[in-house]
């Protein structure tokens, strides 16, 4: 109990909110969705309020405000590449609002054409898939009966002709917490002379990182889910691969000269830091990394994998329950499941409206993903999208999903096993839910509010 308070009791804003729930009294809520978007590290929101009297425009200012705030963008490139393991010789830090933005970027510099083919994994979040298929194409490594892929069928994938130009692969799963075997798939690519994407946006806030021992070669990752939920996310990459082209977002900033027949591009990273930057969404960032880095990866290890335990014994207790993805091995502490008898989005609204604990259900954003985890035919993919098309989304196959991380009290991995069992035990509880206009389950009567205690 002491190692967990030590990372959570008044570390993260919102620590000690309290929900009215359905009975009518008042409930700590329970936060297990920090896989979507964690809680903001008190460290981070202070690192923001010392900043803001500083804040200006970054670059060509002449004001005291305006030099200190460019100097601490500046700075904090090479902060953000350090955490991850670059060389700031090497590597540059660009900083778009998340992954998502990150990897789009990438994948239009990389001048990809409808010949190339990017390898990817039926793992990946639609971030590392969408933005590949706009460019390229896709050669897709598959998953076998428990949700994972071995070395052997990367390589396998990567082997096939034509040569694919990029290997695109998560470091870790958002929906089951799998971690893949990043070093020995990224040295697999490596020696066939494939560029190494990860997309670092589960990886990043659980364990350390560093690229240049893994041999990645770009990694992406978000700041809201590290403790800086003030929207910039960071794209590290090699100076070279964006030292020529022409950059995703164009407009001031980007270039060093523009009449209206000609335009004359900067260098990067400037190139690709088009219009005013998010600076105090990078000084959060910045303070994130620097948070991470030194409170020691070895207790924030040794907590999470107290929690994986936790939530791998509570599950394993409910009646009916159905457990997606791997169940062994080294794993984030996330899990996604269903209960017998009992729609995803119910489950979640019964978790939310009678325990304040917050989840997520769906397919959260990696429908092939899930789709090979619930075993749905061909047919029933059809079906499914033919159901998003007429607006009947409360057809839509899913999970319940809870996530925890180093703000996740111990305790609240037990009250989660006991709120499952009880839901288990009270199918009759469904009867105090509707579903909206949006298709999704509400109670007839109230929903969660704050309360006051």
Request: glycine content about 8%; some cysteine; aromatic content about 6%.
């Amino acid at each position: 109990m002491e190692m967990t308070l030590s990372f959570t009791a008044g570390q993260y804003v919102g620590d000690d909110l309290w929900v009215s729930v359905l009975d009518g009294q008042p409930r700590q809520y329970v936060d297990l969705d920090t896989a979507a978007t964690s809680s903001a590290s008190v460290v981070v929101a202070r690192a923001v309020q010392e900043f803001l009297p500083w804040y200006a425009s970054v670059h060509r200012g002449a004001g005291i405000r305006s030099q200190l705030t460019s100097r601490r963008y500046e700075e904090a490139r090479e902060t953000v590449v350090r955490f991850v393991g670059g060389d700031p010789a090497t590597h540059t830090a660009l900083f778009p609002r998340n992954t998502t933005e990150a990897i789009n970027l990438l994948a239009f510099r990389l001048g990809l054409t409808r010949d190339d083919v990017v390898v990817t994994t039926a793992v990946e979040h639609h971030a590392n898939l969408l933005p590949w298929q706009r460019h390229a194409r896709l050669r897709v490594v598959d998953v076998d009966e428990s949700g994972t892929f071995d070395v052997a069928a990367v390589e396998a994938a990567l082997d096939q002709h034509p040569r694919p130009r990029v290997l695109a692969v998560t470091g870790g799963s958002n929906v089951t917490g799998w971690l893949p075997d990043l070093r020995a798939i990224a040295a697999a690519a490596r020696q066939r002379g494939v560029l190494v994407v990860v997309d670092g946006a589960q990886l990043v806030p659980h364990r350390p990182v560093d690229i240049t021992a893994l041999g990645i070669d770009v990694i992406a990752f978000s700041g809201h889910k590290m403790y800086a939920p003030f929207g910039a996310g960071a794209l590290v990459v090699p100076h070279a691969l964006l030292a020529a082209g022409e950059p995703f977002l164009v407009g001031g900033g980007a270039v060093k000269a523009v009449s209206f027949d000609d335009v004359v591009w900067a260098d990067g990273p400037d190139r690709d830091d088009a219009g005013s930057p998010n600076v105090v969404g990078v000084v959060a960032l910045t303070a994130a990394a620097d948070e991470l880095r030194s409170d020691g990866w070895s207790s924030v290890r040794a907590h999470e994998d107290h929690l994986v335990r936790a939530l791998d014994s509570e599950l394993r207790s409910v009646p009916g329950l159905r457990r997606l993805g791997p169940v062994t091995g080294d794993r984030l502490p996330v899990a996604a499941f269903n209960l017998e008898g009992v729609p995803h989005g119910l489950l979640a609204a019964r978790l939310a409206n009678e325990w304040a604990i917050g989840t997520r259900s769906g397919c959260f954003c990696a429908h092939p993903y899930m789709g090979r985890l619930l075993g749905l035919s061909e047919a029933e993919v059809a079906q499914f999208h033919a159901d998003v098309r007429s607006g009947a989304r409360h057809r839509l196959p899913g999970a319940v999903r809870v996530s925890a991380n180093r703000q996740t009290y111990l305790t609240d991995i037990p009250l989660l096993g006991q709120a499952l069992r009880e839901i288990a035990a009270t199918p009759q509880g469904a009867e105090e839910y509707v579903l909206d206009v949006r298709g999704e389950f509400v109670p007839r009567r109230r929903s969660l509010t704050p309360a006051v205690v």
